[in-house]
């Protein structure tokens, strides 16, 4: 590469960075600052901007090992930033002629500390890259697996919901995309990184969905029988509502409802395209269902991976507050299961607060409902309420669920 050329790209994401810096822990939506900033860069082509963007989120996943470098070595914070930036098609060149005689980035953190350390004379430690307030919350994401798993760019799954999956994967292989389809839940397909799922026929016809393995796997725990009636109470754009109107099957129904009416709408037009006729929107739910989802809000630590920003807005009495929501949430729901129903309570968190405490409340407050255990294990642990699965185990977003049978 022209060395002017990546100069140039290095003045630029150091400007970008200068403009973000100051925003970092004090912004919730981080992530349309950055979109904001890049489209005020008029000039930038759509392979420079995916290589901002990497470079951007990597910045915000290793904030305590590069921010300190950027005041006095702004050149040392565009270095480090460059070598630990995910190897892909847009940062190859960049990556190449900042870092071309540094050795490639290893895989595991502690490696990557020593190099760096070696390479820049700083003592980076991988437990720095989490707020130490978190600790006493999720002790496990302090260690290897799920410490590495959470720094590294999120992988691209999505959800097949065409009958014959031939539809789509024919797709995928004619545009030479390599994947995998876990055993356990063979509906989710794990693209490449750069995957334009959104681009394909198959998208289009609403034959497969972006979704999480995390997220697909809280309805895989829960066995949902098909056939019955369910209310999806934090139905949001609905990634999970969809998922459960398939497992149901077409004798089944699923009411779906959310505190944001316009968030819905996204919901209605993915069923849309879907061809999802078993969904209703509703926005006073009633009667008693077979089943209460509550996808709960929550303070999203199992999503750190793709939304690093939050790890460092998010302190310890937001968490706080999202588990008095959950509580109130759960509380208002259970009416609404009928007898032999299940509550499936679901987070995005890995916060003992938002998750296990939420759910020990709940049952000491509702003696008609108790725990079960999932039919299956899916690689999460079950605490005696509830099933943490940690990003490290699946490579996914983390996530709580608890099955509450009433009786
Ligand atoms: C984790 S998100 C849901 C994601 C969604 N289920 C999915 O799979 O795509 C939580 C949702 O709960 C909604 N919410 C917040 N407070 C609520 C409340 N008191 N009652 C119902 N929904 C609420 C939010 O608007 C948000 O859409």
């Known amino acids: 590469m022209n060395p002017a050329i990546a100069a140039n790209q290095q003045r630029l ?136 798993a959470l720094l590294r760019r999120a992988s691209v799954w999505v959800r097949i919901q065409a009958a014959d999956p031939a539809l789509v994967l024919d797709e995928f292989r004619a545009r030479g995309w390599s994947f995998d389809q876990p055993a356990d839940c063979p509906a989710a397909v794990r693209l490449p990184p750069n995957a334009e799922v959104a681009a394909t026929d198959a998208y289009r016809r609403g034959l497969v969905e972006i979704q999480d393995l995390g997220s697909q796997l809280v309805l895989a725990h829960a066995a949902v029988p098909p056939g019955g009636r369910w209310l999806d109470a934090c139905a949001g754009a609905g990634g999970k509502t969809l998922q459960l109107a398939r497992l149901l099957g077409p004798g089944g129904r699923v009411d779906a409802t959310d505190v944001r009416p316009e968030i819905l709408e996204e919901l209605r037009e993915r069923a849309r395209r879907a061809r999802l006729d078993t969904i209703t929107l509703v926005s006073a739910p009633a009667g008693t269902y077979d089943g209460v989802l509550v996808d709960a809000p929550c303070s999203g630590s199992g999503t750190w991976r793709r939304q690093p920003h939050l790890k460092w807005y998010v302190k310890p009495d937001a968490i706080a507050a999202f588990a008095r929501t959950q509580r109130q949430i759960l509380a208002a729901q259970a009416p609404g299961v009928k007898r032999g129903g299940q509550l499936v309570y679901a987070t995005c968190s890995l916060s003992h607060h938002e998750n296990r405490d939420v759910a020990a409340d709940f049952l000491a407050a509702h003696p008609e409902f108790a725990a079960e255990p999932p039919a299956r294990s899916f690689g999460g642990e079950f605490d005696g309420l509830g099933t943490l699965l940690l990003p490290g185990a699946r490579d996914s977003d983390g996530f709580y669920v608890a099955l509450l049978r009433r009786h």
């Open 13 to 148: 994401f150091l400007a970008f960075v200068a403009e973000l810096r100051p925003h970092v822990r004090r912004d919730s939506a981080l992530p349309r600052r950055i979109k904001e900033a890049f489209a005020r860069h008029r000039a930038i082509g759509s392979r420079d901007r995916k290589l901002y963007r990497e470079l951007v989120y990597t910045y915000l996943r290793f904030l305590p090992w590069i921010d300190p470098l950027l005041d006095a070595r702004p050149d040392a914070a565009a270095q480090a930033t460059a070598w630990l930036a995910p190897e892909l098609k847009p940062t190859a060149h960049y990556r190449a002629a900042l870092c071309g005689d540094w050795p490639p980035a290893p895989d595991s953190l502690a490696a990557k500390a020593a190099v760096l350390g070696a390479r820049l004379g700083t003592a980076p430690t991988p437990e720095a890259l989490l707020p130490d307030w978190f600790r006493e919350h999720c002790p496990a994401a302090f260690a290897s697996p799920h410490l590495d």
